[in-house]
């Protein structure tokens, strides 16, 4: 399912909900254990986690490049909020009988020819995260993410 991208004061927001079968606990350490977050999100590396922490991007561009982002909001087992360039990407995660809801919201100041791919990125990755965390890692689908692209671009350029 895409994302909701809607128009807010100061930008836009694209949320995607999640329900996972899984616990908070098992989600956290996807987010935030390094070596699980290697296996959905390899250009991140958690550094120091707490509010005013850092995360490391590796740009993965054979220039050996990283770039600090800034954690701006951390609650253990809930909330991890981090710079995203000039935006903000934000989980969230609320337990449920049969598991979680992850929430992932990206605060986006301004749309550009940028933004589709970093949404589609996104899915992407937590469809990465689904299924290492249901025992099946699997490895960067180019295919799917140029599918999803595509809605992507659609979507970002119906918005209001």
Not at 5 to 12: F, H, L, S
Not at 25 to 35: D, H, I
Not at 65 to 89: A, C, H, M
Not at 140 to 151: G, S, T
Request: glycine fraction near 6%.
């Amino acid at each position: 399912m895409l994302a909701s991208i809607q128009k807010v004061e100061g930008g836009y927001v694209a949320r995607f909900d999640r329900p996972l079968k899984h616990s908070v606990e098992k989600v956290w350490a996807a987010l935030t254990e390094n070596v699980k977050l290697a296996r959905w999100m390899s250009n991140l590396q958690v550094e120091d986690l707490r509010i005013g922490g850092n995360i490391k991007f590796d740009m993965k561009d054979e220039s050996g490049t990283f770039i600090d982002t800034k954690i701006t909001d951390f609650q253990p087992y809930s909330v991890l909020e981090f710079e995203w360039g000039n935006d903000r990407v934000r989980f969230e995660l609320y337990p449920k009988p049969e598991g979680c809801l992850l929430v992932l919201n990206e605060f986006i100041s301004a749309i550009t020819d940028h933004t589709p791919k970093d949404l589609s990125g996104w899915h992407i990755c937590l469809d990465m995260m689904y299924a290492l965390l249901d025992g099946h890692p699997m490895d960067f689908p180019k295919a799917d993410w140029e599918k999803w692209y595509e809605k992507y671009k659609i979507a970002v350029s119906s918005i209001d």
